[in-house]
């Protein structure tokens, strides 16, 4: 009926006896019918996070790759870091409107549209509706490469390509007990960088980790490191168990070495079990205090060293912040960044915008041209008594 709220179940019903790759069609179609939208579009950030994409609902047809749209100091780039909905006037008496499209705090995109009329109560029905298109983009990128395709606004590589494929789907996540966010800038001929996280009942899995070397060889290596790294973990492995496998597969089948951080964090009581291999160290803000956490560093992955690797505690708070980071934060140009006094200015973002900061100020620092990949990632504590996503994370 229009005007009526979203009938969830015949709009995942609709969307499942669509083809996977007009996921906008199909909501599209649900708006005009109940609201009389117009125009309505899906945009979607590139894989440098420098320019949007817009893939328009007319029936199927392809993302318009020939016109990315700059997303810095736009109305864009103020809705994805607010994470709230914008409308205004369109200067022929209708409202447009643009709204975020985001499941468990991962900016999957935004939804614009027209309308010619609108109140309070339509404005919830269009973030109900690019809620619901969040999880549909989420289930039907599955079985089409066009969300793929379309964050690629530059020529990928084919080390870029395997190198992406080892990230994570969801740069960020949210939940009751931390909000972690992570990015990656390619190098110019790609580093070896990745980062993953997995969330089981009890304990949050992250891992940061640098493969020696440069183009497919560096991708290679990588490819071997996270899946003996996942193979691990998925067996139930603990972060000291889950190096002694990364580190017995490099020798066996790998041709180089790679330095990592892993690190298993107890949801219920915030204590991180860690092993650093050969890796930088994470820096910890605290009560306003950045600091450098002080870890033994054992030797990287790959080399035939006499003494075990070891593993160590790190007590999380209430409030924390956590940053991990691969060298190529650090490395020549990168160098001139000061890190530190960045994260403590950063503070008060959200993990996804504060990753967007310092990798930006990077890239800026280098002039674009990165000699290695530069990779963060960043993890707010909440403890178990902190707030939800949908309150906010805990005062600092």
Not at 18 to 23: D, L, T, V
Not at 191 to 208: K, P, Q
Request: hydrophobic share 40%; with cysteine; proline share 4%.
């Amino acid at each position: 009926m229009k005007g009526g709220d979203v009938e969830l179940g015949e709009l995942l019903a609709a969307a499942e006896g669509a083809p996977p790759g007009e996921s906008v069609d199909v909501v599209s179609r649900d708006l005009r019918k109940r609201l009389g939208a117009e125009g309505v579009s899906f945009l979607f950030v590139d894989l440098v996070g420098q320019r949007l994409v817009r893939l328009t609902a007319t029936g199927g047809e392809a993302a318009d790759l020939d016109d990315p749209i700059a997303l810095q100091n736009s109305v864009y780039d103020r809705v994805l870091q607010s994470q709230r909905q914008h409308v205004e006037a369109d200067g022929q008496g209708g409202r447009r409107v643009i709204t975020p499209v985001s499941n468990r705090g991962d900016c999957i995109g935004l939804l614009e549209l027209t309308l010619q009329s609108a109140d309070d109560t339509v404005f919830r029905q269009v973030r109900d509706a690019a809620h619901a298109l969040a999880y549909i983009i989420v289930t039907d990128r599955r079985f089409t490469d066009l969300y793929h395709l379309g964050r690629r606004t530059t020529e990928t590589s084919l080390a870029a390509e395997i190198q992406h494929q080892l990230l994570p789907s969801a740069p960020c996540c949210e939940a009751a007990q931390f909000t972690l966010a992570g990015g990656l800038i390619p190098a110019d001929d790609i580093g070896g960088d990745t980062y993953d996280y997995t969330l089981d009942r009890d304990t949050l899995h992250l891992s940061v980790t640098d493969a020696m070397g440069h183009d497919t060889n560096s991708a290679l290596l990588a490819t071997l490191l996270v899946g003996a790294l996942r193979r691990a973990r998925r067996s139930g492995c603990d972060a000291l168990a889950q190096a002694n496998h990364a580190h017995q597969a490099l020798l066996s089948h790998g041709r180089g070495l790679a330095t990592g951080q892993l690190l298993c964090v107890d949801l219920e009581t915030g204590l991180c079990e860690l092993v650093n291999a050969g890796h930088p160290r994470p820096m910890r803000l605290r009560d306003g205090t950045v600091e450098e956490v002080e870890l033994a560093v054992n030797l990287p992955f790959g080399v035939v060293a006499p003494s075990p690797y070891r593993l160590q505690e790190l007590q999380l708070r209430p409030g924390d912040r956590l940053v991990l980071l691969t060298d190529g934060m650090q490395d020549r140009g990168a160098a001139a960044v000061d890190l530190r006094a960045l994260v403590r200015d950063t503070s008060t973002l959200h993990p996804r915008e504060a990753v967007r900061s310092l990798t930006a100020a990077v890239l800026d620092a280098c002039h674009g041209n990165l000699k290695d990949d530069a990779t963060v990632l960043i993890l707010d504590w909440y403890g178990r008594r902190g707030s939800s996503p949908e309150t906010g994370p805990a005062p600092r």
